[in-house]
Structures are given as C-alpha cells and as structure tokens.
C-alpha cells in the first residue's frame, strides 16, 4: 500500500474579514509554518475561494483558509508512504495549531470535519480492473472492460460517514502527453487499485438540529481512519467485505 496525500477538511460559519482576522492570530502557527500568502481577493468572491494560503516549514503541507472553511493538505514521501503512523503523527503534530487558529474564526463550534486520504494498492500491480472485479463481484469480466469504479458509503455510530471509493488505475512512465501513443501499452508502468477514503461527520450534522462539530469530532474521525486504513481495505480489496 501507497498512502499518496491526505486532507483535513474543517468546515465553519463564515467568518467575515478573514484576512483581518488571520492577521491579528498569525502568531498561532508561526513555529511549524512559513509566512503566509494573503491573496488579493475581495471579501465577496465566493466563500470557496482561498483567502489565505500557508505553507508549514519542509513545504509538505499546505493550509488553505476560505471565509467558511480551512482544508490542510499534506503530500506524502519517502518512508511517510509506507506507514500510515508516521503520517498520523505528523497529521496530529500540527493539526494542533490549525484547531488553534480556526477556533479564533469559529468560536470552537464547527459545521463538520472530514478527513480525505488517497493510496494506491500495490500489492496489485497489473489487470487492476479484472483483478479488482473479480475480488467485489466473484467472477470474471468481460475481456473489453477498460475502467472500474466502486463507491462504498458506510455510516459508523450514528454519527460518521465513511466513504471508500475503490478504482483501477493506470500509471504511465513519464512522456509526452502531447504527443500520439502517450498512453499505449508499451508506455504502460502499473494496472493497480486506487483507494480514496473519505471519513466525516457529516451524517450527524445532517441529522441533527443544532449540531456542532468540534476537535473531539476529528480525533474520533482520525481513529476510524487510522483502523480502515490498519484493516478493513485489505478486506474490502481484496474480499469486498467491510
């Protein structure tokens, strides 16, 4: 198993004068991240679009902060994207101080959390689709199958979806892409599985009225990641049992 990248999505009621007020907190994640980037975007853009981007120190992650929501994404290497514990600890170590900040926009009160983290399953290295529908579906396809895709919604306490979207992939050596045949065979590196696993609460802020997510929601939604992740894919890959 690959883990590639992972996100913690982190959703609030809009805060008005965001920049102002990341200005007046900065001082938050000044030891783990560089200087932000304050973009030139008026304060009636759409709520979606980034006011502030900032980056952590080794440039491994990026938090990205919208007048309703914070995203911090990270990209893994080298050791990180073989052990999912190393990529949970560094998560844990500066979530910390995101929580921190957003607190100040959000006065702790949250509209949901989610974690969205994408791998690739090595241990299948060719014919990802057949090798992957044959696992889900217990028969062979048909010869001319070229694509499969299998989304998964899980709701786990009453309270978390967990989504597992399950698809082959194909990975090509690096080339061209202009150029005609990029994309042939003979090109051709992996057949394997990608995996994205999306995990919020979500279903309990649809759910009930009054519901506010909290840094307690994200702990919880980093240990049912961390036990997918440890567990239930091998099952869902490669038995289609949860």
């Not at 304050?38 to 981007?53: C, F, H, T, V």
């Not at 999912?84 to 509209?111: G, H, M, N, P, Q």
Request: negative net charge.
């Amino acid at each position: 198993m690959i883990i590639q990248n992972s996100a913690v999505n982190i959703l609030f009621s809009r805060c008005e004068n965001i920049k102002k007020q990341y200005i007046l907190n900065e001082d938050i994640l000044k030891e783990k991240f560089n200087e932000a980037n304050i973009l030139p975007i008026p304060d009636d853009a759409p709520s979606e679009i980034p006011r502030i981007i900032v980056k952590t120190k080794g440039e491994h992650s990026q938090l990205n902060i919208a007048p309703e929501a914070a995203t911090f994404q990270t990209v893994y290497t080298d050791e990180h994207t073989e052990k999912w514990e190393l990529c949970e600890e560094y998560v844990k170590s500066r979530i910390e101080d995101v929580f921190s900040l957003t607190d100040k926009f959000a006065s702790e009160k949250y509209k949901y959390i989610g974690i969205v983290t994408n791998l690739i399953w090595n241990n299948v290295m060719e014919k990802g689709n057949k090798t992957l529908f044959h696992n889900l579906f217990g028969n062979t396809p048909a010869d001319n199958l070229e694509d499969l895709v299998v989304k998964y919604t899980y709701i786990e306490k009453e309270r978390y979806y967990v989504n597992i979207t399950l698809q082959s992939i194909k990975i090509f050596n690096d080339s061209d892409d202009g150029v005609a045949g990029n994309y042939g065979d003979d090109n051709l590196k992996a057949h394997t599985i990608g995996i994205t696993l999306d995990v919020n609460d979500r279903y309990a802020f649809n759910q009930q009225k009054g519901y506010n997510s909290n840094k307690e929601r994200f702990d919880e939604l980093m240990y049912l990641t961390t036990k997918i992740i440890s567990g239930k894919l091998k099952n869902l890959v490669e038995k289609g049992a949860y």
